[in-house]
């Protein structure tokens, strides 16, 4: 990834927001030199690799690490559970008038704040 201020940054936030008050310690964790985390905090070039490192170490989204979108902890929020999941695939092996049928009911049910 080329030169991004920005994403450096980015970078600076989530490393104070996380349990590392010490750069020494986060290059320990990653395996990586502290000059390689230096150059990530001032935007220099960081692999697709330690990115991912970086973002599932700290707990924070690599989407908005990388690139700015969404928010700092927007994978939290993006979770499907095993049941959602199973539904989703039920639902896509199902004709386009069943799916049309089964999503128009599924809308009809009002949140369940609203039934309070």
């Not at 990834?1 to 927001?17: F, L, Q, V, W």
């Not at 700290?58 to 979770?79: C, E, K, P, Y």
Request: aromatic share 4%; net charge positive.
């Amino acid at each position: 990834m080329t030169y991004d201020p920005a994403r450096g940054k980015r970078i600076r936030e989530a490393i104070s927001r996380g349990k590392f008050r010490k750069v020494h310690a986060l290059a320990a964790e990653l395996n990586v030199s502290v000059a390689a985390v230096s150059r990530w905090q001032n935007g220099g070039h960081t692999s697709l690799e330690s990115a991912c490192a970086l973002a599932r170490l700290l707990d924070v989204s690599l989407d908005w690490l990388l690139l700015g979108r969404g928010t700092i902890d927007g994978h939290r929020n993006s979770a499907i559970s095993a049941t959602e999941l199973l539904w989703v695939m039920a639902l896509r092996g199902r004709s386009a008038a069943a799916r049309s049928n089964l999503i128009g009911l599924l809308e009809s049910i009002p949140p369940e704040q609203a039934l309070r």
